[in-house]
């Protein structure tokens, strides 16, 4: 014991704190071992990684940069991510996962959520919400620094996702625990009518697409999302006390996005001079609406598959 107390001493009193957090960090359990920030890298990869998504790449990378800027946080950080399938919302909650803990997305301390697997029954819904609240709140005592991801909410079970009300808000401890440094990501395709429908006008306007803002979308999708009965936030009381920190909206892609996901896949692959396949590919995928036929029905979720018919 008394080892290990002089290790903490000198962990937090010495110039060369490093060299004894890696001695620390291998006779602890401690959470904030593994959490280990890299903004810079977070937003290379948004910005390198992430196409035709201006306003997902300036949303999370401020957002998440001024959340961790701050030792003591009032309430936690919570995204709720939207739009049309294929246009990078789950790969850039993973993103966060890979650039905040020295283990990725592997850590322990980032828990994922799906409807179908996790709540499958409507009818146990009451269950549902005292297991969750009873899992986050154990999850958030083991590890203040947790990010919690709830994928598909479109399929959540109406009145399961307000359990986690006292959890979003600004009091400092709920159930004994400190939960203000917690991270939160609601990802749907709730919302995504909202969004094309701003894109295609947008288009036919002849405007820029880096022209549509935020204010443009965020009052809509919120609204949308409570009013949805295919929402998880269907009359939630979470979204009635504004407690999602950002809506942050994935537009939809355009050709020429499907077609640098193409060419993205096959440099992973070996090929990157195969201009042929990306060609191909890009080619063979439905455009929306008719006519115009501006943006892929699919975004970039079948690149993959295309690209094997292809290469």
Known sequence: M???????????????CGVFQKLYCTISD????????????????????????????????????RFLQNKNPERPLVLSFHGSSGTGKTMVSSMLGNHLYGSAMSSPYVHQFVPTLHFPLPGRVKEYREELKSWVQGNLTEC????????????????????????????????????????????????????????????????????????DLQEAIAETVYNSNTSGFFHSSIIQQKLITSFVPFLPLSRHHVERCVRSQLCQRGSCARSDVVEAVGGDMIYTPSPGKYFSSTGCKAVPAKINLFL
């Open 144 to 215: 203040a620094r947790s990010v919690f991801l709830f994928d598909e909410m479109e399929k959540l079970p109406p009145g399961l996702i307000d359990v986690l009300e006292p959890f979003l808000g600004p009091s400092h401890v709920v159930f004994r625990t400190n939960y203000r440094k917690a991270i939160y990501v609601f990802i749907s395709t709730t919302g995504e009518k909202v969004i094309n429908k701003m894109a295609v006008e947008n288009r036919q306007a002849g405007q820029d697409r880096e022209e549509i803002k935020l204010a």
């Open 2 to 16: 008394l080892a290990v107390l002089c290790v903490l001493f000198l962990y937090f009193h010495n110039p060369v």
């Open 30 to 65: 401690s959470c904030d071992c593994d959490f280990k920030p890299n903004i810079r890298d977070l937003e290379w990869d948004l910005y390198k990684n992430l196409y035709g998504q201006h306003l997902a790449q300036d949303i999370v990378s401020e957002e998440v940069t």
